[in-house]
Every structure is written in C-alpha cells, then in structure tokens.
C-alpha cells in the first residue's frame, strides 16, 4: 500500500456504479484503490468484468466477506437497496466510513422507509447517523459523517433544480410537477425484456407513474428546505433510448412578484461557489454533460403563464452517482472538493 | 386515368410528410396519385428523391405550376408555413379540396396567427373557411370541408389527451401542463447543426420553452372544448434521439371527485367509436405505435396528488400527419374512415 | 372459417419472425390465420405478446398441441433448431404443407448438419424431401414442395449477392469473402447480456469468426450454382446497433476478361423478371429496404484490382425471413408471387 | 505562459478533432495551450463553440493571422486537406513544430498526391521533411521530425492490424482485402443530407467502392513495410450509426506453415513494448475502446480456409486522431510516450 492515500473499496463490482466509481477512484491522485468485491467473479480480474481497463485496473476481485480485513478507510457500497443495509449494518461498526449508493439510508425514518420500499428496515439505527450525500446542500454535514447516503440520480436532477426555488419560497410548494427522463443505464445491468436492445431502441415511454420511490425522497428533502413543512410533488419518469443521462424539467407555480431577473439572479447566486453547478443560458442537453461532474442547471420564467420550469440535466452515472459520492468523499477527509474530479466530457 | 378513383396530388415531395403521404395515397384502394411537385426536382422520378419507392412509385416530379391542370379532386400541401397560404389562395377558388399541413390555417384569426407566428396573413379569407382537421372532434364539420387544416403533430397527441378532460369538465382548465417529447423527423427534412446526427444521437433537451407555436393551436382547441372560454396551457417540447414517435405527457389538477374509475370510464366512452384512438391499459410506448394511424392514450388518476397524468403516444408522421390528413380525405369524400388505413405498425 | 381462402397458422409466436409472420399473414387477401401457438402464454391474445396488434390481431394463443386440429393448410414453423425438427417429424406426415425458419433442414444430409449443428439430427428422412426456399434459384421446386427451408438471413443476402456470379463463371470460386453486419433482431428475442442496450448501444463487432454455421450453407448452395463442385466461402458476420437489416459486402476475384459492363449486365439479366430483388445504382443502405420486401443488390467492378464486389442490403425479418416465407407460400398454392406482399417500406 | 510547459495551439477548433485535441492538451500536465483559431468565430470562448467546456476551456477563439506571434512551440492543424498545405507552407519556415491532421503531407510524393487527391499541391516540397506519425512504426524517425503527418484514421486500424503480418512476411501481400466500418464523426462535423440524423439512424451502407484516397496510403506504408516492393489493397469503408469508433476486418491470405499460434505470438510479439496496442483474446467491440487512448487488435487464423483475419478497434477520433498526434508530439519533445495519455475510457 501506498502510505498518505486514502485506502477505499468497492463492494459491487458489476454495475455500471461500481464501474464508474473504480474509473475514478483509480484516477484520484489521493486514493488508492485497495478491493473490489464481486461473489460470482471472485478471484478474476476486474477488467474481465469490465474490458475497457484491462490493463489499468486489473485488480483480482474479492469477495465482501473479506472486506473487514482489507484496512480501508472508505467503503463505496455499490448494492441493490434491501441488501446494503444489512452489510451497513456489519461494518458501520468497524470504524470504517460508509457511502451507500442504495436508497436504505436516504428516508427520514425507517416508516417511511417500509411505506414505500415496502419492506422492514434490519438497521433502523442507521437512519439516525446517516447523511444525504448531496454537497450542494449539506457539505458541512456531509464533513462530519461516517455514513453517507448518495442520493438517488433523479432526486440529484430534482433537487438541484428546485432546492433554491423552496429554500427561497418563490414558488408555490404544492404545484411542483417533474417530468423525468433517463438514459438506460439508469435502469441497471441486469439483462430482462425492458432492457433488450429491441425494446429500448426507438422507444421512449413513462414508467411508475405516481409510486416511484424518487418521489418521497425528493419530497422529504424539499421539505427539509422549507423548514420542515411537508410538500407534495409530482414525479413522473421516463426511458430514453440512450445510455447516459437525465433531463429533468420540474414546473412550479411562481409567487406574486417573481419576474425573469430575480429568478436568475437567485439561482446564480445559490451556485455561485459550488463547483459541479453551472448556471447555463440555454436549457441544457443531456450530451453536453456526458461524462462530465457537473450539472447544468437552466433557469426559465414564463411571463404569460407565470410558471417557473426548471431544466437540468446531469450524466446518471457520474453527478448521479459516482462523482457525487467521490465530491462527499473528499469532503470527509479534509480535501478539497474537486480533487480527482477534473476529467472533461466525453463528447460527442 | 382510373375511372371512379379519387384524382389526388402532393405539393411538396421533398420532406418526411410528403414521403408518408405518397405511401399512403399510392396504397389507398380508391386513389389514384395523379401527380407530386418539386421545384428543384422537376422531372425526376419520386423515387430518386425517396429511394425506398423504387418500382413502385416512379411518377415524375412536376412543377406546382401545373398543378392547376392536373384534374385533381385533392391537394395535400406539405409546405412550410408562411409558403402554404399563398397556394391555398390561389387554388382555393378553383374548386379543388385541399388538405394543408402547414399552421397557416390552423389558427382563429390572423390577428392570433400574427401575433405567434410573427408575419401578417396573405389569406385572411381563408380563415373563415379552414376546418380544423382532428376527426376524433370535428368529423361533420371535416365532411362537408374544402380546405382542412391538418393539426400539429403535438397538438394533436395534447388534445387527444386533454379534449375529453376538458369537454367533460373534470380538470382544472388553467393548470394543464404539456410535457411533449418528439422524434427529429418533427424538426424537419433540413440539414442543419442541430439535425447532424452526432448533435442528436445520445442527446436530449428541451427547446422553445414559453414559446412554441403549438402552445396556441391547443389553447385554442382547448378553449373551444368549453364553450369558447379561454385558457392557458403550459406546453414544453423535446427532441428525442429517435426518428418517429411523440409521447405527450399532460398533468392537470382533478375536479373534487374525480376518481380512477369515472377517468377511465369518461376517456373510454369518449373514444368508444373512434377507430384510431386506443385506450389502452398500460402507459405506451412510441414504438408500439411506430407505422401506425393509432394514437394509444392511457388515462392515469394519482389519488395521492390530485392530479389527472394523461400518455399519449402517436407516429408523428402518421396519426401527427399523413394518417391524419388520409382520414380526413376519406370524411370529405364519404369513403368509411379508415379505408386505406389497415396498414400494421412495424416493430421493433 | 372464411371459405376459399388458404388457412394458416404459425408455431411459435414470440420472436420476432414469428410477429412478422402474424403481420404479413393477417394482411394477405387469400390467407386466413387461423392460429398461433406459444407454450408460455396460452390463452391470452397475440397482442398480448404484440402491443402493436392491439385491436388487429387478437386471437388466443393455443398450444403446439392443438396444431393437428386446426385444419390448417400450411403451418410456419418460428421454432429454434434442434426444436423445430421433432414438430416437422410429427406433422409433416399430416399432410399439411410445412414451411420451416430453423437451420434444420437447410443442409445437403444428417453428416453436415451433425457438424456443423453438433447435434445428430432426429428425422433424417426430411432431407429428402426439404426444399431450400430461395425462390430466385428454385421456385418450380418450391411450387411442388410440401416441406421448405427457409433460408438463413445471411445466406439470403450472400446467395442473391453471389449466385448469379458462380452460376456464370465470373469469379474465382474460392476467393470468395463476405463481410456480413446485421441488425440486432437477427440475435433474437432472448433478454441476454449480448443483447443489453448498454451493450448494444454505440457498439460494434465481429462474432462467431470462421465457425458461423450460415458458412456451410452459403457454400453448399453456391456449391450447387457451379454443377456441384465444392468451393469455400470465408463468413464474417457483425453486428450493427440497430433494430432491423443486413448488408452483405462481398469480394471475389474476378475471372480475366470481366469488366464492369459485363457485371453489371449479367446480374440485371438474372434479376430481371425477380420481383424482390432489385438491381441498384447505388450501394445500398439497410435503411431503404427497412420493411420492405426486397432486396437491393449492387454489383461493382474494381478494374484497378480485378475484383469483384457486391453489395446487398435486406430487411432481416422479411427478406431474410417473413417475406421470403411468404413468397414460397404463394408459390406453393398457385399464387402469383407478390400476392400478400405488397406493403411499401417504412422510411425513416 | 506557464514557465517550462510546452506552448502548443489547435489551428481550427470547429470540428471533432479540434475539439478533442483541445480536451488532450487542457490536461496534459507538460503542455500550455496558448492559443486556438476559428476565422468565424474569433473572440469568442472556445466553450461557446463545444460547451461541454464552459468552465475549462474557455480561451477566446483567435484568427490564424495572429498565430505567428503567439510563440508557440508546436501547432497542432485541424484543418481539410488542400486547405492544411497552404498554412504548413507559411509556417514550417518559422522553425515551429507541426503536427498536421490532414492527408496533404501523409503520401509519398507530389504525384501520387494529385493522382488521389485531384490537386496539385502546392508545397511540395514538405514530402521530403514530413514523418508519417504512426508511432508504433516510426517512432525514432517522430523524434526527430518536425512536421509529422498524422496518419488517417481508417489507415491507422488497417496499418495496425496488418503491419506486422506483411513486415514478418505472413501474408500473401496481394491478397489482402479491408473492411472498416466508421462512426459518424468520421464524416465530419458539417450538416448535410448524409449527416442528417435521421439518414443516419438505423442506417449502415458501403461508401467510396475502390477509390477511398485511404487506400493508398495503406498501400503505400505496407509496401514500406516489405521493402518497398508495391501492394495491392482492397479497402471498402462503411458508415456505422453511432459517434465515435472505427472496427477494421481485414482478411489476408496466409503464406504456407502460418499457424494459429505463430501468428498470435507475431502479433503480440511486435506490440511487446507498444504502451497504445492491445493484442486482446476476442474480437473487440468499439465500444470498449471509446474515450481509450488504445488500438484493440485481434489475431485469428482459420485453419479450414488458410486466411488470416485481423480485427482492430479504436476510437476514430482519439487513435484515430488526437491521442495519436499528442503520443508524437510527446515523442518529439522528449516526453514519456504516455504522458497526458492516462485517461480511462468512459463506458457504456
């Protein structure tokens, strides 16, 4: 090992998460990747899984069950939601810290949780200690945790779009509508007829309607924006025919007295000194941020019908999910906030 | 010449809605296609412009100047807007019906089409005398119709969505919103940076926020729907990487005691006689409905909210337009109304 | 039942053959399906499976079981090798008139299929009696066969591109190369890791190298062109990120004395009285042919090289599988060959 | 300017490679980007033209007039052949490196050059100084250039896949036969009907039959390969639907004795010590090298036919084009050949 780096793993390695967050890890000049787990691969290289490193990150994969005793200091839990809790609730006693990709830890409470994940919470105690991940909202929370919930990629689109508007109370909170749509990646590795390349292809259509489980934490956290006082929201998402990203385009009802300026100025402002927002002129496309850290963020008011839409979009895979957990990361241990977060996108 | 077929022309062979138009007329049982214009094709086949008709529709290119000689019983002017009205004006008085797909007719007045499309009408008389052609509303005004003018694709899967809602006064008028996602063959034939493949493939994004023409075309029809009182809606529409399809996705604030039930009930018996509308039971997908003349709406009531979520998913270049424009050719003409339109959709 | 009209049914309806099938047979004026079996979803109506069939083609599924009862005169048999052999041995003594989409009878004898296949193959007196449905090369046999192989996807394509070639001694038999691309369909319908979207999407590759089992039957078929003298053919296939099409670009030294004329001449004069093969100026895209029944053969002359090489594009489904079908079908009754077979391309 | 960095500037930033050459030269940790020219947009950022670099990249855009004053140390120019000749005239004088994307400098003289190109250069005296830049070939000759002609991108797969099959004189050399299939961004960043999204999409087709100007620069540096003696090759490319990434198969006819493994430990035998090639145990998909700096190469040998079939993958723009500029320009400056080349590829 090398000494003065920050010893971090990944448990779960076949996802596109897992994927991503090896990519990043691998390249962040203050880390070194010490583990990834895979049960069903133990023992072969993590480019086998993942061919576009062979030769860079060809580290033997191990199962979680060895994790204990790997000596990180950062455990990156890229699990579906019903299984993370339980390793969670194994290791959060180990002093180890923990950023948990899956929604186990992002709710208020573990009601809320069984309300709408439709199961019992097994580590009720985690809700107490967990953070939601999101830095633009609770960097110096996020400074102190050992526990990280990453938030979900459509409540990251969401929120960053509509966290300014309640914080500032300039727009009706009960008339907010948001209309979702992400790439496949979003949907997961796994193979299944919704993911066959003949369905997905040339296809777009709304899925969960009204039960997507985005929605509560997308409410909850809005809510924690306003003071505590509860809000509903619409969510509605979709299914591009693409593989990277989302769009989200949340409208609202404006309060008396809003106007173009000031909601520019109020968004612009919000962001001013967070680094993975930009404040764009034109209402972002997804491709823009493909590959990229940031979320770009559009700010419109309509005059005539005196609506606020907001627009913007991030790639799922990286400001919903790995560059955000890595930004909290670096946030916990004292770095600065974009280091290993430099990379340019991808484009075309 | 076929004795007692119907004598049709095309002006305009160049873009998408030309093309599907040929393909349908060249198929109907009682047409015969007499005659296709371009002006920068004069004389060459169809097929050398559409390759994909090769052997089957060969007819040579002509001027739209000698369309006046032509014999035809039907015009189907795929034209821009601001170039169509001038055609219609003069063809208009020769006693020829005519089908228009462009927006220089779809509008009240040319006081509102002024205003939205910012040009002053050449043909204000035209106005009094346009049908507005969604047959799914305006089947007897469409049969006793000259001039009809062929809706906007996205209006027409908005007010296939919302026109029962409306009609049937369950929702509140002033809070519908309109989510439209369109495949790029509804941005146009033209070469453009923004039609380059690699600027849409892998790509979304929202455009003309606040400003879309079709935002008025709706109101309108909307507004009509109650009995002339007005309306606004809020209508944003996206550019998917795909090359057909429209999915509409409407949100509006139910009436007290509007259920799932009495939703379903009331978009069901709206549509119980029409033969290219489907209700169907599951939000749909663009592709089931890619080759088709059906729009597929699903009526959705989230009792958690409030609030009425309408899909629609339409070929926008079949039910958004040539299907359309077929299906009100074969009202004009007394044909049964989906004589020509059995064709099955092609997927994937 | 509909009296004069031939009745149909198909044996397996999840694929995608087994979809186009249905879609070409409801659509036939002289052909009446009468059923469609599917093991796993008996009972519910096609368009359960199909969305896009929705109010067109409804009728239940049954099970392979009930096919003796049908009184179906001819039967598709969308089944995959290895499977479709054991059906064929049970009905084909029926006396019902069987046209097969698997490999299983494609080839010259049990010794070839139990090589190439791997697999000893169950009825080995039905290779007596298998005729290969390429109606350009054999339709009087096709008009007397009961039992027909319908051809591979890529050997359709190969064979139209190379056997007017071989069959004139224009090429050197043994220099023969085609490179092959299809679209996703022809992996099938099977969700699998392959045929992910993620994986599919912005991807492209070469698979089955030297082994492809479509190799054997492109060289016994040519082999046949020349007199029954062997020849090999090096078959490469790929494949493409989209939903439907091939295109073959094949290679051959010419033989001295071949010049562009003379290609060009001698494939025109082969295909000239072929209603779905045509002869075109331009190397084709797959686009073009996309739900369409034809194929689009380029021949080009390279005088710089002394090579030959041609092009051919095909849908896969319907050239490469439905239609071709379907045109043995004709010929098998007596019908003229496009009967049934008369839908224009969707493009774009 | 950043004291000891490498001062570098991009003539021509509107196209696909400017824009990624930029992207390189930004996070290379020994280069200084100075300066990039766009005659119709000068004075503006950079980030105006690509805005995925809003926020890095946001140099103003200068005119080629000023680039003589700049200082740089090295010119990177992406500019279209016939144009790039002109500029490399005027400043090879000034004792600047150039490393140049167009083919005005990659062939052999100032004949062949008109012969393929249908010009008369006009500096023709740059054939006698320029390198052709393949490092893996010419490493030691790039060290001491200072103009270097940046190969073409579907001669870099070729010439990667059969190299070392005609240096170790495997191959029979007028056998070989090359197809490549090309991503989008191979055509350029210009609109037009061929680039429009939606003949793209769905779309594959052979282009440029026999005289691909490709061509003789493959054959010219295989010939250099076996000492000059002349070659024929047959070069077909073809258009791929999707943005980046180039596969060649390439087939050859094998000399007599060539066996599987001789040929497997040739290949990976000559790209031991080559930090870009990877020899990989199946046939690539370009999908895993898309944001790679790496050629993926395939050896396979078919025993039954005696060919020899390469398969090589790369990104067009990134092997095919900037990352392989920046490797020669790390070579002429004395760096490590993969400095600033680290980036991992983003996938899926």
């Known amino acids: 090992m090398t000494p003065n780096k920050i010893k971090a793993a990944i448990v779960g390695a076949s996802g596109f998460t897992g994927s991503e967050m090896a990519r990043l890890l691998h390249q962040h ?12 691969h133990t023992g072969k290289p993590f480019s086998t899984l993942h061919p576009q490193f062979l030769g860079s990150i060809d580290l033997p994969l191990i199962s979680a069950e060895q994790v204990p005793d790997l000596g990180a200091e ?3 839990l890229a ?12 290791w959060h006693e180990l002093g180890v810290k923990i950023i948990d990709f899956s929604g186990d830890f992002r709710l208020s409470s573990p009601e809320v949780y069984a309300e709408w994940y439709g199961e019992t919470h097994r580590y009720p105690a ?8 999101l830095p633009e909202l609770y960097a110096s929370e996020i400074q102190q945790a050992d526990l990280v919930a990453n938030p979900g990629c459509y409540p ?32 997961g590795v796994k193979a299944s007829a919704g993911t066959h390349f003949s369905e997905v292809n040339e296809n777009f259509k709304a899925y969960g309607l009204g039960v997507h489980r985005h929605t509560i934490e997308i409410e909850e ?8 006082q509860p809000l509903q929201v619409q ?15 949340a409208y609202a009802k404006a309060k008396a007295g809003l106007d173009a300026a000031r909601l520019q100025e109020t968004v612009a402002s919000f962001y001013a000194d967070k680094p993975f927002v930009h404040v764009v002129p034109e209402s972002p496309g997804i491709k823009t941020v493909r590959g990229s850290h940031f979320a770009a963020v559009h700010p419109f008011f309509d005059q005539r019908t005196g609506r606020v839409i907001m627009t913007c979009a991030i790639d799922n895979l ?10 909290s990361m670096n946030l916990m241990f004292g770095l600065p906030e974009t280091r290993g977060l430099e990379q340019l996108p991808l484009k075309p």
Chains 1, 2, 3, 4 share one sequence.
Do not use: N, W
Request: proline share 6%; glycine share 8%; hydrophobic share 45%.
């Open 29 to 40: 000049p203050d880390v070194e990747l010490i583990g990834i787990t895979s049960e069903s």
């Open 318 to 327: 990286l400001k919903g999910a790995a560059s955000q957990a890595l930004h």
């Open 74 to 76: 950062v455990l990156f």
């Open 156 to 187: 990251t689109a969401s929120l960053l779009s509509l966290a300014p508007l309640v914080q500032k109370d300039l727009i009706e909170p009960d008339s907010i509508i948001i209309d979702a749509k992400s790439g496949l990646t979003g949907a």
């Open 235 to 249: 969510f509605t998402p979709h299914l591009l025919p693409l593989d990277r990203g989302i769009l989200v385009t």
């Open 126 to 133: 985690g809700f107490g200690q967990a953070v939601y991940g």
């Open 79 to 90: 699990l579906p939601h019903r299984v993370s809790m339980d390793y969670v609730a194994r």
């Open 221 to 228: 956290q809005l809510s924690r924006q306003r003071g505590k």
